[in-house]
Structure formats: C-alpha cells, structure tokens
C-alpha cells in the first residue's frame, strides 16, 4: 500500500493550503487518475458559504479541467477524524467514479480506510438513470 501511503502523505501535506478563515477546518483532497496523473485540491470558503468549494470537488475538477475522468484514487484527509465528502462531494464524484475508483479517508499515514462510491452514496442516482427516460 505504498503507493495510497505517498498519496495520503501529498494530501495531509496539502493541508497547508485550504482557505479556510471562518471555519478554520482544513481538508485536503489528492485524486490519481487512470492515466498516473495526480491532482491536488483543498476546501476554498466564502463569507456568503454557499459559493464554497470543497477539496474534493476542487481536485477533481483541476482533473477534469485538464481532460483526465478516469479516477484510480480519490483521497481526503481533514482537521477532524475521518473526514468524509459532504453530500454534495458523493454525488459528484458519483458522476466520475466507476467501480473500481478507491475513495481513501485518511486519518494518517497508517490510519485510513478505502471505500467505494457505492458504499458512500448507496442507491444513488447516475447517469445510467437518464438511459432508461
């Protein structure tokens, strides 16, 4: 598992970076795609809170921005124990997940858990749900 523990590591040293002034609760997301490219993201607050950004969303979306969709890893790490995606982060990732893709929830180095989308956001809604109008 050295290749998750030096993702994890990039995340939690990644922190540093959150913009995070009225909550002052850092998280930090790095995602690895298909093609062995890697993306970092943090949660970007707002005064209005509404406009936020989570780390999630803010490194798949770098991802994305750059053509990569192909989700091998998508890790998060944050300023509590086991910091999980908001719902609104599942449902996102939802989109760019396949059954493969490995959401780690990192406390440590040593202490995180790996989980799918399916175990996160269970009877969800997708794409595959518009194939079928």
Known sequence: MKEIENLIEIAIDNKKNSYSPYSN???SSVVKTKSGAIYKGVNIENAAYSPCLCA???AMSS???EGEKDFVYI???G?????FPCGVCRQF???F????TKIVIANSLKDYNIFTIDELLPHSF???DLENK
Not at 79 to 83: A, F, L, M, V
Not at 97 to 100: H, L, T, W
Request: no cysteine; aromatic share 4%; glycine share 0%.
């Open 93 to 95: 990732i939802k989109e």
């Open 79 to 83: 300023d509590s124990h086991d910091t």
């Open 63 to 65: 991802a994305i921005s």
């Open 56 to 58: 999630e969303r803010s």
């Open 25 to 27: 609760f850092r998280v």
């Open 75 to 77: 890790v998060i790490t």
């Open 97 to 100: 997940a396949d059954d493969d």
């Open 126 to 128: 997708s794409s595959k």
